[in-house]
Nanobody, 127 residues
Framework: QVQLVESGGGLVQAGGSLRLSCAAS????????MAWFRQAPGTEREFVAG????????YYSDFVRGRFTISRDNAKNTVSLQMNSLKREDTAVYYC????????????????????WGQGTQVTVSS
């Protein structure tokens, strides 16, 4: 069982930056592929960014590529999402997700591929 706790959300003006963090309570954090998803009111949960278990491979949705950066620290059991050049349409609840995959080539972008989820953190971008 893995517990995930997100932090770092808040209110920011368009064009600004935020850094989200997700802390995982497991001794085997390095065995998990990690990802960030988001969900705005009335919409489906959508993939934002993912990182392989080693941190060597990262992948992004088209709408955040070039603006967001995902990273992980296996020594600290954390995964982060640096969000720059934020837009109003980035407003959503952001969720951290974990899946026990050791394949470096894995690129999970569907919510049902992930076994564990955090409670979410709200990001609101104002104009």
């Amino acid at each position: 069982q893995v517990q995930l706790v997100e932090s770092g959300g808040g209110l920011v003006q368009a064009g600004g930056s935020l850094r989200l963090s997700c802390a995982a309570s497991t001794r085997t954090f390095s065995y998990y592929a990690m990802a960030w998803f988001r969900q705005a009111p009335g919409t489906e949960r959508e993939f934002v960014a993912g990182v392989s278990w080693s941190g060597s491979n990262t992948y992004y949705s088209d709408f955040v590529r070039g603006r967001f950066t995902i990273s992980r620290d296996n020594a600290k059991n954390t995964v982060s999402l640096q969000m720059n050049s934020l837009k109003r349409e980035d407003t959503a609840v952001y969720y951290c997700a974990a899946d026990p995959r050791s394949d470096e080539r894995y690129r999970g972008t569907q919510a049902d591929e992930y076994d564990y989820w955090g409670q979410g953190t709200q990001v609101t971008v104002s104009s």
